[in-house]
């Protein structure tokens, strides 16, 4: 059983176009993540929720919506896609007395 | 062809030989710190954590060493295989602003057959 798994792996899309990443853990941890990788490895957060309600929100484009609809799943909107949201997206999960578990990974490509 | 990481420092090391792979960390109210380990195509895993009111912890083949005073991180791998050739990195925790891990820049290893 994949303790974190995101769909999908890769995505290819054009630049405006909309699309969705989906993130589901079975650690039952109630607070769950949202990750950017740049070309360049620096990993950097974007959102983080805890039992469905959202506690991070660092500063990042409002073309990004995460939504939480159960604790175990936290999933990522964006809107109107530009080349610089190329990269990859890591979502995660952890618990009260457990650290951080990632997924493997969702490789944007704008074109 | 993936460019990816081509700035990132790099640590050649030996087969057999003993690894250090340093940290620097910026936010003197972190309480818990984690070194992942990134294979190519992966997520980061976990190695090993260390909390704030400790300064050294052992693992198997993995040692961290946290200096709070110069807020300095270290994991040391003790024989190092070809497969602990990966990206190496440190993360910090801050409770207070909602658990937020934040990351280093990432070390890469390559281990020479």
């Known amino acids: 059983d994949t303790a974190v798994s995101q769909t999908p792996k890769y995505l290819v899309t054009q630049m405006g176009n909309d699309k969705s990443i989906k993130c589901e853990q079975n650690l039952g941890h109630d607070t769950m993540y949202w990750y950017k990788q740049d070309s360049k490895k620096f990993l950097k957060i974007m959102f983080s929720?805890?039992?469905?309600?959202?506690?991070i929100n660092e500063t990042v484009p409002n073309r990004f919506s995460p939504k939480s609809p159960d604790k175990a799943h936290l999933n990522l909107h964006i809107n109107s896609l530009e080349l610089g949201d190329s990269a990859v997206y890591f979502c995660a999960s952890s618990g009260s007395f457990t650290g951080y578990t990632f997924g493997s990974g969702t490789r944007l490509t704008v074109v | 062809g993936e460019s990816v990481g081509l700035h990132l420092p790099t640590l050649s090391v030996q087969e057999g030989d003993n690894s250090i792979i340093n940290c620097a960390y910026s936010?003197?109210?972190?309480?818990?710190f984690i070194w992942y380990k990134q294979e190519s195509g992966k997520g980061p895993q976990f190695i090993i954590d260390i909390r704030s009111n400790m300064d050294k912890r052992q693992g198997q083949r993995v040692t961290v060493l946290l200096n709070k005073t110069v807020k300095h991180l270290s994991l040391q791998i003790a024989a190092t295989q070809p497969g602990d050739s990966a990206v190496y990195f440190c993360a910090e925790r801050d409770k207070a602003a909602g658990n937020k891990l934040t990351f280093g820049g990432g070390t890469r290893v390559l281990v020479k057959p």
């Open positions: 936010n003197s109210a972190s309480d818990y």
């Open positions: 929720y805890n039992n469905k309600e959202l506690i």
